[in-house]
């Protein structure tokens, strides 16, 4: 079956502007997850949902960063008033349950360059 | 919360030879340590994952340990190949909701 897909694949915007970056789970898996990959670091975990709720948001580092859910399927990460260290490739994955037991399979990334 | 460390974050092997990854955990209640691979410009990749209830699991060349007491888990990947050269992130559970990632080794084989 179809894997994890995000669109878009590059998003180049200039700092102030505001973005959004969407998600599509592999379909029946309740969890999603979003995380940032600045060059050559490690994931960051930002956001996690189960269904369309988010039990945690710990990561979003401030509240220019923002995401939701509809139901068990897309979700869409925005950044508001962009700034140059947004700049990194943002990642989703997704998992069947509600565990993080469950594998998660990730998407291949947006990555984004702020100006 | 969790704090997972990597080591080495680097590591050159001739091909042939094993590699080995160690990382240690912070939270006693992790239980469960997937290891992903990630290629230049692709996504991460689940290679093998280990639970609290074993000690060692193997799929082919790939093999994981996992000390409980210790609080340290590690990847060996034995006859290395050229394929082989990635980026190997290690994670712990640390809640019912996220994974606590490692800072990653990047792993060259050497033809």
């Known amino acids: 079956g179809a894997g994890v897909s995000q669109s878009p694949s590059n998003k180049v915007t200039e700092k102030g502007k505001d973005v959004e970056l969407r998600c599509d789970p592999i379909?029946?898996?309740?969890?999603l997850y979003w995380y940032r990959q600045r060059l050559g670091q490690g994931l960051e975990f930002l956001i996690y949902?189960?269904?369309?709720?988010?039990?945690?948001k710990s990561g979003l580092p401030s509240d220019r960063f923002s995401a939701e859910r509809t139901g068990e399927s897309v979700s869409t990460l925005t950044i508001q008033r962009t700034q140059q260290e947004d700049s990194a490739v943002y990642l989703c994955?997704?998992?069947?349950?509600?565990?993080?037991?469950?594998?998660?399979?990730f998407g291949p990334g947006t990555r984004l360059t702020v100006l | 919360g969790e704090n997972v460390e990597q080591h080495p974050s680097t590591l050159s092997v001739q091909e042939g030879d094993s590699a080995v990854i160690k990382c240690t955990y912070s939270?006693?209640?992790?239980?469960?340590f997937p290891w992903y691979k990630q290629e230049l410009g692709k996504r991460p990749q689940l290679i093998i994952d280990?639970?609290?209830?074993?000690g060692e699991k193997k799929d082919q060349r790939i093999a994981v340990t996992l000390n409980k007491t210790a609080k340290h888990f590690s990847l060996h990947i034995t006859e290395t190949q050229p394929e082989d050269s990635a980026v190997y992130f290690c994670?712990?559970?640390?809640?019912?909701?996220?994974?606590?990632f490692g800072s990653g080794t990047q792993l060259t084989v050497l033809p």
């Open positions: 280990i639970r609290s209830n074993v």
């Open positions: 939270d006693s209640a992790s239980n469960y």
């Open positions: 994670a712990a559970h640390r809640s019912a909701r996220q994974l606590t």
């Open positions: 949902f189960q269904g369309n709720s988010a039990p945690d």
């Open positions: 379909s029946g898996h309740t969890a």
């Open positions: 994955a997704s998992s069947k349950g509600a565990g993080g037991t469950d594998t998660q399979y």
